[in-house]
Structures are given as structure tokens and as C-alpha cells.
């Protein structure tokens, strides 16, 4: 299968903990492409209201990644967006409309601190509702307080979606966390598998291996759903 949609990666070089150098990010390129992926959302790590976004820096690189793309004749779109932190200094760019979102759609990819408390992710998505954004929680395997029903209860409450990463599908240990893991995707919680990839050694892009996991384990139905080019919805 072709086709893959990664829509959360750290493959722009420069920038944060992802890829250090152009070298770094076409190797990433490279890999990805190898693997299937055809459109990658390039998310660097942002903390609105901690400290500033280089957005000239992470543009230059952004055009160099897809100037590379098109000069080794990949098909490869690449995407501009970031993984906002959330933290309470956020919230003054909630409601300036100033977030980064996931291209030109009014997704926005955020993640917290993994002990983050259940009533501040309501708050956020309240304050998200309220001013027009469509949030997506990266990992949220990660969060101590996505337990029991309460993701099932933002499902029902919010427009909001949830992803999972590659490595979490492939590798998940742990009876109970497994088990937790599995009841998600059985019961169509999860929206979308995606990489987080940040470098080609220690966590690299993995889709296809996610995808052959997913398709292995939930079907092919489910595997091309939660990771195929088409599932992203603008």
C-alpha cells in the first residue's frame, strides 16, 4: 500500500528536538518516501506564550525539504504545522486566533505535559470550540488521565480527535496498557496513526510498519483509515 498521510513528524531540521541538520531531514525525507508516505505534515515543537516560534528559520528549511522532494522526484507533499504545547500562556493565542494550524485547515496538534489533569484538557477544548479551532491530541497513550471512559467522554463532548503513535501499535508492552491501546482502536476512538518521527536512529519514521501492525491486528479497513493519505480531512 501506498499512500500514507504522516501527520505528525519533526523531520524540518533546525528548529527543535527533531532533525539537526539538512542531511538529517533528507534522510528522514528519504525513508518516508521509501516507505509509502505522500504527504507529511512537518510539526515542529511550539510553546505559544513560552517562548518564540522561528518562523523564518523553519520556513527557510520547510522550502529546502520540499525543493529536495522535488529535485529526487518524489511525489511528497510536505505541510506546514506544529505540536503546540499547551500550558495556560496558550490561551491568550486561543483567543487572538494567532495558533499554528495544520496547513490551511483549522486543525491544530496539541500535546501537554503527560501528567496533565483531566479539567485542563476540557478547558482547552472549550476555549479551542469557542474560537473556531478543530483540535487533534498527539499521542495521547502518554497522558496518565486518558484512562477509563474519560477519552470516550471528550469523544462525546467535543469535536475533537486523537492520534497514536506507530511505535505504540508496533511495540505496545504492558497487559493493561495493551489492552487499554486495543479497546480504542476497536471501538473507533482513534483517528489517526502517525510517526512523531524525529530523527533515522533512535525514532524514525516507521508508517509502514504501523500500517502492516494496524492491518495485522484491526484489518485493512481500519489500517488505511487511520493512516492513508485521504484521511485527513481539511
Known sequence: MIG??????HCVYGVDDGAKTSQDMKDMLDLSYQQGVRKIYCTSHAEPGMRPFDLDTYQEHLNEGREYCWQQGYNLELVPGAELLY????????QQQKLITLGDSRRVLVEFVP????HEIELMLDLMETNGYLPILAHIERYDCMKGKFPFQLKDNY???FQVNCRTVI???G???RKRIEKWFKSGLIDYVATDMHNCDSRPPVMNKG??????QYGRSDAERLTKATAFDE
Open 4 to 9: 500514507f498521510t504522516d501527520i505528525h513528524t
Open 175 to 177: 497487559f493493561i496498557r
Open 211 to 216: 500500517y502492516e501492525a494496524l492491518r495485522k
Open 159 to 161: 469535536d475533537v480527535q
Open 115 to 118: 501528567d496533565v489533569a483531566p
Open 87 to 94: 500550558t495556560p500562556a496558550m490561551d491568550a493565542f486561543i
Open 171 to 173: 511495540e505496545s508492552t
